[in-house]
Each structure stands twice: as C-alpha cells, then as structure tokens.
C-alpha cells in the first residue's frame, strides 16, 4: 500500500466517484477559482510594474539621476564639480544648469513656465529631450540667438509654432522691500519637444544658458549641475559619495528619487491597494475549499467511522482531510501561476487581438501617450502570489479537518 497512509487515503478521495459528481463539480470549481484569483494577479502585478517602469522611463527621459545646486546665488565653481563628478566610475554624464520661474507671453495668452537654460551638447549626456523632438531641433540652442524649446502641450496653449515670436517676463527682486520688477525678453521658438508627461511638456522651456544666467543675474555662474550615472539605482548612493566632499552650507544635492517621491508613492500605493483587494478574490476560491471539505466529511462519514474503529488516529483524520483541501489549493495556485506567467509575458501579443475582436480600445493613442499595456514579470511577486495561495488553501482546510477528527464512529455507524 502506498504510504503514508493519510496521503493514500486523501488523494484517494479526490478520485471521482459515480454518486459524488456534484461535490467534484464544488472541487473542481474551487480549483478553477484558485487559478483564476492566481493569475488574475500575477498579470495585474505585472502590468502594473510595466507602468511604474514606463513613468520612471519617461521622467528620467527629460530629467538628471541626481543634481548639485547652490543654496543660494549661483554656483561658480561648477567647472570644477563636473569635473569632480567626471572622477566618479559610475557618472557618465554632467551638464551645466540654470533654472528660472517665468511667465510666457503670446498676446493674451499668457502660461507659466519652468524655464531651464541648457548647454545643448553638455545635456545631451543627461536626459534624451533631444529624441524627444517633434519640431526643430535642440542644437538650436547651441548658441545665444535668443531660441527658445517649448513643451507641445505648453506651445498649444500660447497658441504658437515654430518660428513665432513669444514674449519670456522674469521676475527680478529691486532693492527696496516688495519692488518685483520683470525682465523682458523676446524669444524665437526654434523647436518643440513631445516627452508624454504634462509636467514637462505643459510647463518647461529651454533657452541657451548664457541667455538664461543672464537674465537670472548669474553672470558666469549658474543655478547647479545635473548628472547622469550608469545605473539609475546608483544615482541616491553616487550622489552621496560626491556631495560628502562638498560644502554642505553652499550646495544641496537631490537624486530622482527624492525628486519624484510623489509619483512612484502612488504607484506604489496603488500597486499594494490592488494587490489587496485580489488576494482577497484569491481567498474567497480559496476558502471554497472549506465548503467542498465540509461536503466531503459529510459523504465519508461512515468510512471515516471504519477507519477509526481499525485503530486511526484523530490526528491521521485531520492529515487525511488537510492533504485533500492543500492538493486542491496547491493545484489550483500552480494552474494559476503557470496561466498567470503565459499571460503577463504575452499581454501585448493577446490584447491587440482582443480589441480586435471586441472592437475596442483599452488605451487609444489619441488619448494615452501609452498605446499598450507594458507588462514587466517579477518573480518575487510570482513566488509571494503562490505562498499566499498555498498558506490561505491550508488555513482553509483547518475547520473542516478538525470537525472529520471528531466524527464518532459509533455514532456514524448507528444506522450503517
């Protein structure tokens, strides 16, 4: 006889029997319910950290790792920080920059602006605004020619083009208390980028930094230095490491981390909300099991009465019965990651071919800058999803074990 013994006796009541189709139907139900509660999951998870990456992707598209920025005035030295940074294995890229807050002027329309001076060539090494243009190009700014690059949402709102004039008004603090008097000068708007994030392509102008400084007041300095690492990971420890040979009372240093806190918070708040709210459909086929057990005792209570007047062992009654619920469970969580996995990994293949059929659209590209579902596979939320599956199908088969350990068997067989 196969042994031990409780397993025989649990996997041989998941067998089918002629007379117990319907708790077969409960079993196999509960079975597909794990499956689907697991893969549900898994391909939630996964898109939603296709999603996360894809912001992240695009926020450090058009801004630094990390940057260096004078606490107050200009930073002079800046020449000597790039070239600092430059000593560091992992930065790759340093660039020069200056940052003002303007109002942008088009006739009536007027918008505020984020108003970045760049050194074209320099910046290039740190973001990729440059891939990002839809009109003109960034090389534009290579020289002071009064250029300017605007963001397509920020251009559609002063109603302008490449070629068109708009006016730039910078507030400048005069000298007594309460004087804010404006500087005022006239752009030509050289180029148009599109990043797919309003925070950029709604508020932020680039303009040459010598032009910029000049109307911040800076002269030859400028507002701080923006670096580029070769790994996005190493930017809050790189940064750290480069700051802690700089004066803390005349620079301060952020790293997108930091910078972007507010977005990737969100997310992940989101991503644990949802994780929640479907490990709870996971638990609820789960805790189907409870039912097709409590079905079960019933059925075999006289053949559990046998087995305990031949000398059973409570403890062997609640085995039987916990091998039988955790199989289901265990079954039902394997379909489902192996279902779940199939899917994460080919939901840009299958959802296409879904919309087709249905005729619809679940993100259209004249709405969303995202015109597919991204889908990134953890395996720490793989093997998190199935120990769930599998802690939640024993805890399940708990009651149901304990109420077959105290059937009693002369009472089962009363009327036997």
Do not use: C
Not at 68 to 94: S, Y
Not at 168 to 181: H, M, Y
Not at 272 to 297: K, P, R, Y
Not at 348 to 364: D, N, Y
């Amino acid at each position: 006889m196969f042994q031990p013994l409780e397993i025989f006796i649990g996997l041989r009541y998941l067998q089918t029997r002629q007379q117990n189709r319907f708790v077969s139907f409960i079993t196999l139900a509960s079975l597909i319910g794990v499956a689907l509660g697991v893969a549900a999951l898994i391909v939630v998870l996964s898109v939603m950290n296709g999603f996360e990456n894809e912001l992240r992707g695009r926020l450090l598209s058009m801004t630094s790792h990390a940057t260096v920025a004078a606490v107050r005035g200009g930073m002079d030295d800046w020449r000597e920080i790039i070239a600092r940074a430059h000593q560091q294995e992992n930065v790759v890229g340093a660039a020069p920059y200056v940052q003002l807050q303007g109002m942008l002027a088009n006739g009536a329309n007027l918008n505020g602006a984020l108003v970045r001076g760049i050194d074209p060539q320099l910046e290039k090494t740190v973001d990729q605004v440059g891939s990002f243009m839809v009109e003109g190009t960034l090389d534009s700014l290579d020289t002071p020619a009064n250029n300017i690059v605007l963001g397509r949402l920020l251009a559609l709102r002063l109603g302008i083009d490449t070629g068109d004039r708009v006016t730039l008004l910078v507030p400048q603090t005069g000298l007594s208390a309460g004087d804010i008097r404006p500087r005022v000068s006239r752009f030509t708007v050289s180029g148009i980028f599109e990043a797919g994030l309003q925070e950029h392509d709604g508020s932020l102008a680039l303009v040459n930094i010598y032009e910029a400084a000049t109307l911040a007041g800076l002269g030859d300095s400028v507002s701080g230095v923006r670096l580029q690492f070769d790994d996005v990971f190493a930017a809050p420890g790189g940064i750290k490491t480069l700051a802690a040979n700089l004066d803390s009372e005349r620079y301060r240093y952020s790293d997108w981390t930091v910078e972007n806190a507010s977005y990737f918070r969100a997310i992940r708040i989101e991503k644990t909300m949802m994780s929640i709210i479907l490990l709870l459909v996971v638990a609820v086929a789960v805790f189907n099991i409870v039912a097709t057990l409590m079905m079960v005792v019933t059925d075999k209570r006289s053949e559990i009465a046998i087995l305990r007047t031949l000398g059973l062992k409570p403890k062997s009654v609640v085995r039987i019965f916990m091998i039988q619920g955790v199989v289901i469970g265990w079954v039902g969580a394997l379909t489902g990651v192996g279902l779940g996995i199939l899917l994460a990994l080919n939901v840009g293949t299958i959802m296409p071919k879904l919309e087709a059929l249905f005729g619809f659209q679940v993100l259209p590209a004249d709405v969303y800058y995202i015109s597919q579902l991204p889908s990134d596979l953890h395996t720490a939320d793989v093997l998190f999803i199935a120990a769930a599956a599998f802690v939640l199908s024993v805890i399940a088969t708990i009651f149901p074990a304990r109420r077959a350990a105290k059937v009693e068997p002369a009472e089962a067989l009363r009327y036997d």
